[in-house]
Structure formats: C-alpha cells, structure tokens
C-alpha cells in the first residue's frame, strides 16, 4: 500500500472565510547545510558557513535574527570562519583566505596561500595573527594588518593533511590536528614540540587512517581531541601522553568547542548529538578536578558539523541545515523566551515575490528563477472547502543566472512585465511580454551606471520605478519605461549609516518609500519632494518585515522580538493605536512565538486588517477589535466558532490566528482579494538531505 | 708391477680395473717416489700467468659494463632529444619573457606530456616549426587547473570518509520511517511516493488503494 506523503503539486484553492486561498506547495526551496559557526564575543554575533559558500550573520541579542546574508558562489566552500575583531575570514578547499566585507556583503579579497586546499583557520586570542592549516601539511602563519594579511611564515612542514587548529591562550604554541596524530608546534622557532599518535577506530582497515577532526588548546597546557573513531580525547600537552580516552560515539566526532571559561567543552558527533563534557571534580569540594561527560543533546538528524559555545547557549548546525541554539538552564534563572530552544530552519529574508495584478509569483533559489502563473478555481464555493482548480498552475519562465554567483536579491513588478535580480557584482533587469499563452523574456541592455548591484530590490505599485538598495544605505530610484531605464535619484540617509538595507517598501500611492537596515534604522522618503522624510526612532530589535497601509499610509513595523508597532508618516509619530499595544503589552502567547514575522500585508476590502505571517501561523490583526486580555485565551478562533453570535462579540480580540498552513514561506493578498499562501514541507527538505548515520533501535 | 697387481687380483670387471689401477698406479708412484721436479721458472710464469688472467677477467668485466652504460645513456639520450620540440621553437619560446606565478611542478609535467603528443606533428613541418599548423594550438595552463584538482580531491576525501566504504549509512526513509515507528504516534514506515509515476499508473495505485480500504472496512463506500 502505498501512502503519498508528498502533496501532490498544485494549488487547492480553499474558501476560508472571507478569502479565497491560493495554496501553493510548488516551491521546492532546499537550504545548504551549515559548515562551519564563529561566535564574535565583543559584537554578540555569530557567523554561520555553508557548503554552498554563504555565510550569514546573526545576532543573538534581542532575539535570534538573521542579520545579513553573503551570497556564495559555484565553487566558493567554506570549510572554517574565524573572527578578528570585527573582521570575518573563511577558508576553503579552493586554497584561498576570503575577508568579507561586512558593509557590501561581499568578499573584500582573497588571498592564495600556496599550501593546496585549507582545512582550518584560526586567529590568535591576541588577536593579531591568523594560522591557516593546509592540505600539504604546513601551517601558514598571516600578519593582520590594517586593511589586509600578509603571509608571515611557514612551521615546520609535517608529512599528512594539517585538519584542525588551535592556538594556546598565550599565543606561543599551537596544537595541530593531522591524520593519525596530533602535534604541537613552539610559534616562535616553528618547530614541532611534540607527537601525540591517535590509535585508529577498533573495527577500521588498517590503511584507514584516523582523522582528528577537531582540537582545542586549554590555559592549563591539556589538548582536547576528537577524531574520526568517535573518541574525545585529553593530552598533557607537556608530557605528550594521553590523559584519558572517552568513547562518544561509534561515528566521528566531527566539532569541538570550548568555553570561555575552559570549564566545559561540547562536542559535535555524526549522529546529530551534541556531547557537553564539564571541568568537575568527582567529589563535591575536592580539588582533583577532571573532564566528565554531562549532558547529551540531540536535536539534529544528521551530522553536526559546526559548534560554538556562547556564554549560556549551545550553537550547533550540520548538514541537516537547522540552526539550533540551545540554551543552558543553568545560565537563566527563569523560564523565559531567551531559555527555550530555538530552531531557524528557514532563512529571515523572502524569496517569493508576488505580482499581484498578474497572479504571477517569482521564486529565487540560489542559481535560478522561476516564474509561475496561479492556477484558477471555480467561484462558488462554502467556507471551508476545497474548490476544484479549473486551470492548474503553470511554470512559466526559469531563468538562470548569469555567472557563478548566487542570486542576492530579485523582483517581479505587480503588472508583471518586469523582472530584475541582483548579484553581488551584477544586477540584471528584464522585461516579460505574454502573447497568448506565450511568454518572451527580453533583457534591458543599458542601464544606468549606478545599477551595478543592489542588496534589496523593489517595484513601485505601478511597475514605473524600479527602487534598488545599494551600499551605505542609500537607494536608487530608477524609472521605467518604453525607452529603457534612467536613474532618477538617488536617496541616502541624514546620519551616513554604513550598513546595508535589507527591506525596502513602497507606498501605494508612490509617495513613500521606508528602508530598514541591519543598524535597525528605519528610514523614511519623500519620493514627491526626493528628500529625506524621517526616521523611526530606533529599536533596539531589527525589523523583520514592514508595509505602509494603502489608505491611511501608516507605517507597519514587525521586529524580531516580536513587537509590532505602527508609525504614521504624515504625523511623523507613533499612531494612537500603536500605542495602545505598548501600554497593555503583547499577549505572552504572541511574545513566545519563535520564528519571525516575515511579511506584513493589507486586506483591500477592509482597512482596520493586517496580515502577518510567520513560520507557522498566518494572523490577521484586527485594529478595530480590542486588544487580547493576558489571561484570555490567544488562540480562540476555534473556540469562538463553537459560541452562538452574541458572546463571539464579547470574545473577540484583535488578533485572529490561523495555523492551518505550515510551514509558510509567504503570504501575500492578491489584487482580486485572494490570499497566496506557499508553503514548504518540511519532510520534503528531509528527503533530499544526504544520508544519516544508520541507527540500529530495538524492535524494528 | 702391473703384471703383479693383474695376476693377484684374477680376472674380473676389466674397467674397473683399469681405473683402480690407475688410480693405484698414481698413488703408488706419489708413495714411493719423489716429488716430480718442477722447475723455478715455470711455477713463476704459472703464477704470474695466472694473475694476468685474473686483471685480465676483471678488466673485462669492467669494460663490458661501461659498454652497456655508455650504451644504456645514449638511448636516453635520443629518446630525450625526441621528446623535446625542435631547437628552433625551443628559441622562439625563450625568447617571451618568463611570468613569475606559482605553477607547481606537477603542471609543468602537464604541459611537457602536452608538448610530447604535438611534437610528431611538427617533425615533418621542421621549416615552419614557427607556424603551429593542423591539430595544433598551444593555451596556456591556468592555475585554476591545478588548483580545481586539488580541491576535487580534497572533496574526495572528505566524501569518502564520510559516505564512502565502511562508514554505516542509512537513507533519510528508515530515518523518517524510524521516527514513525518510535514516536509517540506510532505509524507505519514512510514510503516516498513515486512521482515519476504515470498517471495510468497513479490512478491504478489510488483505485487498488481504495479497494484495500474498503476490504478492511476503514471506510464506508
């Protein structure tokens, strides 16, 4: 018997209420799994790898939320980042050290380091040297300069794959994970002080060599070790010899990190759990501390390739492409938001757009674009029901990206007849014409100088201006036309902020235009006088989606911790109702939720709502309905169904949730009032996964 | 005396005889009388012969093998002459100024095997060995090359030691099929559908689906 878990393609148009809902499950989004994790101390961020070469930058202040994203490449890999003060390097298997450019989002150069592939990278705790571990064995120590490194020297050239690395606090030596042994090098004369020999795993080949995946280098001259026959292992790096020998795993152990304070260690295993190893000593009080194994933690299904351990929580990522952070309990005296676990399976950016006017949508994945046409359904139909799709959903366009380079940020106008995306070095603009039921893509060869690439894209309501954010958070205003593309004018803001936009959104009058950037700025133009309007005093969270209300023009604010808060333009000042929820506060039900709010939108046939959607839930907000009371249930659309009309009225509250779709990707309302929901299981990510460990469980 | 030891011995095998009669002879002649008288002279051509014949063995040894070296070096020779191009494109060639990049040694192995293969082509075109003509063009190696390569291996390696021989992997079906088996919610195995199914075929599927459902009496008809 054969049970179809996948849904089949298409959409099923249901009647839900007032709405007729487009549900879309064509999108076959697949992340890239996690690499490689550096923890920056002074700036609370974390720098996440992939193996298709982006790197993306979180915050974890203030809730959990994806800052900045770094688009990969075809043959970029990352295999290790490592922080120096504000600076970001990777290193990959195509031999070269990238520095990222944190501003632009883009590699501010690349440096080859002649030694093959490199495996590792790790700064000094001083800070002003970086050693790289390569492929033909040698460790390369690089001068950090002001603008640049510089190759300083070479340590002694051992025979085997130099994989992991780590520097002793103080600088002067540094420990070196190899094939079948460790070795610890003296930095100042470069040569290897001692050998420590790895045993090989009990059942392996004999020519199968023992990898040592991951080191680190404690203040107390110990070596913490794990390798590829699932063992976390404890050397006197004075003596050389092996203190003692825990058995994690019958896979490898693929990831180490270590804690400021070098009282707890985490490893990171094939299986996808995550070992805690603590500095305790066996009796209560004595002295004679040593590393116990404490707590495990599986909250993966496939390896955990990257760690870091923050000063209360557990970061992990590995090929199952989910970004845990676990927090430690014993670091949070209440039980709160900040000590619940938080997953980010889906990115904190959008990758649909919607031609409202058209019924097309644009889906971005990293080296092409697909455009589709929504299927239609017959018009009758009761609340509730699926409706028979009457013209199935068509793929109309795929268009691939020009280069290598992964697609930053893309585009579809409302009328449907323009279509632009952007790169990191180059922005392409083109325009669609539909002849019956054929579609001719042209592209638009001259464009303005200053279009050369743009972090966030984005059309006016009636497709004539095209708005592109590029560096220094200024945005360019181009026009579109017949005749081509001519730059307009280009805004920047009052106080020169030098971070990068991440969402732009354009009144529907075409008056307005608000820009939010990873400062958590928000930024408001004139585009009838082209001057700055104002700004949105500061949050302290980032802003996770934005709109301004069709009619009353107010500016709709969703930030990363949850808070929503609406600003109106004209009045340049918080509305009465935005108000109101900062005085009575969030229900806490609203608070808890943990994955952003990623796209705010209004219903045409009624002013007073607000769709927000998040991962799991779609809401829509209701300004003319009082407030949810604490106590009072959150949830109660089900509730209020079941009571007859008279009490519905005493219980409603604004917020009305539906948790029928998920996970989303996008909701977005149509111009004909229909709402598109696309959706992305997560089962089908799973399926597409590469393989797991093979665990042997009783009885099945 | 042969007289004597013939009649005492009788008649019997007559070569054996002889032979021990020799033999008997000689030692008989060695017991009872004294030594042969070898002259000063000979013995001392004998022994310097000798020796001459032992300087004369080793000196032709040794020459029979410088023989075969000097021999073994021109055949390297003339094969090394055959591998490179011709003097005159060896000319054309220095004379372009030599670009300082890193190329490893093992690019320039690459780029000579390249040289050896056009070379039979240009044998017979000697006077215009400057124009490169049929089947021949000359690129310049890119570092990328070299450089991909080393990085295909090291991805090699990294596959290899996580899905390759050995390591005990399963597919993300038993993985999901366990989680149903195991969860609070037990369920049966998770079984991908086919999408490559025709839609004969599908339809086939969801009517034998139905009939299994309603055998079992899960719903209603």
Redesign the interface.
């Known amino acids: 018997m054969v049970f179809s878990d996948k849904p089949k393609k298409g959409t099923i148009r249901r009647i839900m209420g007032e709405f007729k809902v487009h549900r879309v499950r064509f999108f076959d989004y697949m992340p890239s799994g996690i690499r490689a994790i550096a923890f920056n101390r002074q700036t609370e961020r974390i720098a996440v790898g992939r193996v298709d070469g982006s790197v993306e930058i979180f915050t974890l202040l203030y809730n959990l939320f994806q800052e900045k994203v770094i688009p990969g490449k075809e043959q970029r890999s990352i295999e290790a980042l490592c922080w120096v003060g504000e600076r970001l390097f990777s290193v990959g298997l195509s031999g070269e050290i990238i520095e990222f450019d944190l501003h632009n989002l883009r590699p501010r150069y690349t440096i080859d380091a002649y030694g093959g592939p490199i495996w590792t990278i790790t700064a000094n705790p001083q800070g002003t040297h970086l050693a790289v571990g390569c492929e033909d064995g040698t460790v390369k120590l690089f001068e950090v300069l002001e603008d640049k490194i510089q190759f300083e020297r070479n340590l002694d050239r051992k025979k085997g794959r130099i994989l992991s690395l780590s520097w002793h606090p103080s600088g002067t030596k540094i420990v070196a994970g190899m094939m079948d042994m460790i070795r610890v090098f003296d930095v100042k004369t470069g040569h290897a002080i001692h050998r420590l020999l790895v045993d090989k795993a009990a059942g392996a080949p004999r020519d199968q060599e023992c990898v040592v995946w991951s080191v680190v280098y404690l203040a107390n001259d110990t070596v913490i070790s794990g390798d590829s026959s699932g063992k976390v292992k404890v050397w006197d790096a004075l003596t050389g010899t092996l203190i003692k020998n825990h058995d994690v795993t019958k896979w490898d152990v693929l990831a180490l990190s270590l804690s400021q304070d070098e009282t707890s260690l985490v490893a990171g295993t094939s299986e996808g759990t995550v070992v805690q190893f603590q500095f305790l000593s066996s009796v209560l009080g004595k002295e004679d501390k040593e590393w116990v194994r404490t707590r495990t933690f599986k909250n993966h299904t496939h390896d955990v390739r990257a760690l870091a351990e923050v000063d209360t929580a557990i970061i992990s990522g590995g090929l199952d492409t989910q970004l845990v952070v676990r927090p430690l309990l014993e670091k949070h005296d209440i039980k709160s938001q900040a000590s619940a676990l938080r997953k980010v399976q889906f990115p904190h950016r959008r990758l649909v757009s919607c031609a409202k006017k058209a019924q097309l949508l644009l889906f971005q994945y990293p080296s092409h674009l697909e455009v589709w046409r929504l299927g239609e359904g017959e018009e009758e139909g009761t609340p509730g029901e699926k409706v028979p799709v009457r013209r199935i959903p068509e793929k109309l366009l795929q268009l691939k990206a020009k280069g290598d380079e992964h697609i930053c940020c893309s585009a579809v106008s409302p009328c449907g007849e323009w279509l632009v995306y952007s790169t990191t070095s180059s922005l392409r603009l083109y325009k669609l014409q539909y002849e019956n039921n054929n579609i001719s893509i042209t592209k638009v060869s001259k464009l303005p100088k200053v279009l050369r690439w743009a972090h966030q894209l984005c059309f006016s309501a009636d497709s004539s201006r095209l708005f592109a954010a590029s560096g220094r958070s200024s945005v360019h205003m181009v026009s579109l036309g017949p005749e081509g593309c001519k730059h307009k004018h280009t805004f920047k803001p009052k106080n020169g902020s030098t971070q990068p936009i991440h969402l732009l959104t354009v009144s529907e009058n075409g008056l307005w235009l608000a820009t939010a950037n990873s400062d958590c700025e928000v930024h408001i133009y004139s585009l009838s006088t082209l001057k700055s309007h104002c700004t949105v005093p500061v949050y302290r969270s980032g802003v996770t989606a934005m709109a301004i209300h069709p009619t009353k023009n107010n500016l709709f604010i969703a930030h990363a911790d949850q808070q929503v808060f609406e600003f109106s333009i004209e009045l340049e000042q918080y509305t009465d109702w935005s108000r109101k929820v900062q005085r009575e506060g969030l229900h806490f039900k609203w608070l808890e939720r943990d994955t952003p709010i990623m796209n705010v939108t209004f219903n045409p046939r009624n002013p007073d709502h607000i769709i927000l959607h998040d991962m799991y839930m779609f809401c829509v907000l209701d300004q003319s309905l009082p407030l949810p009371d604490k106590k009072s249930q959150f949830f109660n659309q089900l509730t209020l169904k079941s009571l007859p009309e008279q009490e519905r009225k005493t219980h409603c509250h604004a917020f009305k949730v539906c948790k029928l779709f998920q996970p989303l990707m996008c909701v977005d309302v149509l111009e004909d009032h229909s709402l598109v929901v696309v959706e992305r299981s997560l089962l089908d990510i799973v399926a597409k996964l590469p393989a797991p460990v093979k665990q042997k469980k009783f009885a099945t | 005396m042969a007289e004597t030891s013939e009649t005492q011995r009788g008649s019997g095998n007559p070569s054996s005889e002889v032979m021990i009669e020799n033999n008997t002879l000689r030692f008989d002649s060695s017991d009872d009388e004294a030594p042969e008288e070898v002259n000063f002279e000979d013995s001392k051509r004998s022994a310097l012969q000798s020796v001459k014949d032992a300087l004369e063995a080793g000196r032709r040894e040794k020459k029979t093998l410088k023989e075969k070296r000097r021999r073994k070096q021109e055949f390297f020779l003339e094969q090394k002459k055959r591998r490179l191009l011709p003097e005159d494109v060896l000319e054309e060639i220095d004379a372009t100024p030599i670009r300082h990049d ?1 190329i490893p040694c093992s690019a320039e192995n690459e780029v000579e095997k390249g040289k050896a293969m056009d070379l039979s082509d240009l044998k017979p075109i000697k006077e215009q060995a400057r124009s490169l003509q049929a089947n021949c063009s000359v690129t310049t190696v890119k570092h990328q090359i070299t ?2 390569t ?2 295909k ?3 090699d390696f990294v596959q290899s ?3 390759g021989q ?11 099929s ?1 989680n149903n ?2 969860g609070v919610n037990k369920g ?1 195995a ?6 490559k199914l025709s839609t004969v075929e599908r339809e086939k ?1 969801e009517k ?2 139905k009939r ?1 459902l309603h055998k079992k009496k899960l719903i209603s008809t």
Request: aromatic fraction near 14%.
């Open positions: 890193a450089a991909s080393h990085q291996e090291a991805m030691r996580f899905y050995g390591t005990r992997r399963a597919t993300n079906n038993e993985l999901l366990l088996k195991k049966a998770f079984q991908f559908a086919n999408t599927a034998s689906n299994w």
